[in-house]
């Protein structure tokens, strides 16, 4: 990633549609001949924030986190990157953000330095620190809020550490935030 | 648009937040210095659509109609088509979804032949009919679907006519679909 470092933060939606809980599967689609796993850490807004200007009011506009993994189709982003199209289908499909339980404010004593890995079939894939990340949380907040009100609920997925990589059918995705949340996604139709 | 009649329809989101109704003003972002304005039908869905495979079932799946405005920052969209970044800042400020009151499915005779205008300060820029949609509504909702699960209340715009332009701060916007629907709309703060 270094040798693309964005001057601001690579802003994309996903619908409500894309949501998945821990016992519900990621399906590939039949599109897709290669799906990224991306780990994040999630920031779960806790109030409306439009136009925020200062780190301060940023942070306490955050409700917790949650553990997100922002799944990819590869081969359809580049694609679209190519074309200069959206990334809304490549990002969006149903099952695209399996997402952990609400991680409490205070459960994470400093969100800007907790581990974070994904493996895939027990095999380490990612291993980083939110230290790492391009952008801090105040950061993405101010940028975002200045485009669209951010509101109670909304969750904002950060960026991903090195290591992202394609998963196929029948494969287990695990992923971790420090000792704080673990899960655990199948690939596949159930 | 003949010159590059896309093979599958351009899908992109728009969040909550940049949903208003009449009454709100549109306001330019100081970051876009190119507002345009793209009349369009809307198609709110009525029921949970997934992979829908046949037309009748996605028309059955529509509960009616809205009139919108795709309000676009072309400079930040021609920029990110350049780069190819995500169309979802260019598309999505706070504002950028005018939208009418709910028109009842019954109140459109043919929603595939209805006129649809827009104009600026009373000048028309925008005369077309939805007869000329590059996609009709059953593959706009078969197509989506089939990425993304449809839920009641969500809304599709359709696509808009030639003749997208600039509005500047002052301005007004008015639209209108059929003899059924007519909307109005001031751009800048009120
Ligand atoms: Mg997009
Ligand atoms: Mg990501
Ligand atoms: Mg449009």
Known sequence: MKSDVPKVPMLFLKPPSSYIKEGMAIVIPDECDELHHEVELGIVIGT?????DNDEQAMEGVAGYALCLDMTARNI???????????????????????????????????????????????????GNTSDMIFNIPTLIRY?????????????????????????????????????????????EE
């Open 48 to 52: 409306t924030l439009k136009k925020v």
């Open 77 to 127: 982003q580049s694609e679209a990157k190519k074309k200069g199209h959206p990334w809304s289908v490549a990002k969006g499909y149903d099952t695209f953000l399996p997402v952990s339980d609400f991680i409490e404010k205070d459960q994470i004593a400093d969100p800007h330095n907790i581990d974070l890995w994904c493996s895939v079939d027990d095999e380490i894939k990612q291993s």
């Open 144 to 188: 975002i809020s200045g485009i669209m009100t951010l509101e109670a609920g909304d969750l904002i997925c950060s960026g991903t550490p090195e290591g992202v990589g394609p998963v196929v059918n029948g494969q287990v995705i695990k992923c971790g935030l420090g000792d704080v949340m673990e899960m655990t996604f199948k690939v596949g």
